[in-house]
């Protein structure tokens, strides 16, 4: 059996690098949260998929859009309507 020493400094770097961690994925939340609209890309990096399942839910009718210029838009509260599970009754 190993024995590693865990010294104060370790802790204190430990620390600091949850802290920053911590701070990035909390300003990368309030960002997605604030934006009314995402590009595709964005979609996709949200939902993990790829261009040809977010076309099928255009298709669909599962996802709307708006089209400005060549640019597709999506309302970030459909996309995160997607993400919740479906209520049954």
């Keep these: ?37 995402l590009k595709s890309a964005e979609v996709r990096e949200m939902l993990s998929l790829s261009a040809g399942k977010l076309q099928n839910l255009r298709i669909t009718g599962k996802l709307s859009y708006t089209k400005v210029g060549s640019v597709m838009y999506y309302r970030f509260d459909d996309v995160r309507r997607l993400l919740e599970p479906e209520i049954k009754e």
Excluded: G, P
Aim: aromatic residues 6%; glycine residues 0%; hydrophobic residues 45%.
């Design 1 to 37: 059996m190993r024995l590693e020493v865990v010294t104060k400094e370790d802790l204190q770097v430990f620390r600091m690098q949850l802290l920053e961690d911590l701070k990035q994925l909390l300003a990368q939340q309030v960002s997605q949260s604030t934006k009314k609209w």
